[in-house]
């Protein structure tokens, strides 16, 4: 634990770590399936924007979205074909294991 009392897991162990539910989980629901609907994944600078608007959200809520599924494990980054400096998001194995057992 550290002086706030909160024990941090390190990066290596979070996988076996399940997640406590959170608020978001059912727009994150939406926000994954949305982008396994894309060919080549979710290519931030344009995706955010078009489920936002698909969705009827907020793109600063989108943005939201975004780094909390990053920031769970949900997403994995993955080079663009033909660029190794741009990335698209896939789900990862993590996020599709909890995109199955989130229902």
């Known amino acids: 634990m550290n002086a706030s009392g909160i024990e941090r897991i390190p990066r290596s162990r979070r996988a076996d770590t399940p997640h406590v539910a959170s608020p978001l989980d ?5 926000f994954l ?14 995706g955010l924007k078009a489920i936002a608007e698909e969705c009827d959200w907020q793109p600063s809520f989108v943005e ?5 599924a990053r920031s ?4 994995q980054p993955v080079p663009t074909r033909g660029s190794r400096s741009r990335l698209t998001w896939q789900l990862s194995s993590r ?7 989130s229902t």
């Open 33 to 46: 399936s949305w982008i396994v609907d894309q060919n080549g994944g979710l290519n931030p600078a344009h």
């Open 95 to 101: 996020g599709a294991d909890w995109l199955a057992n």
């Open 64 to 68: 939201v979205l975004f780094t909390a």
């Open 26 to 30: 059912p727009f994150l629901r939406i």
């Open 72 to 75: 769970r494990g949900l997403l």
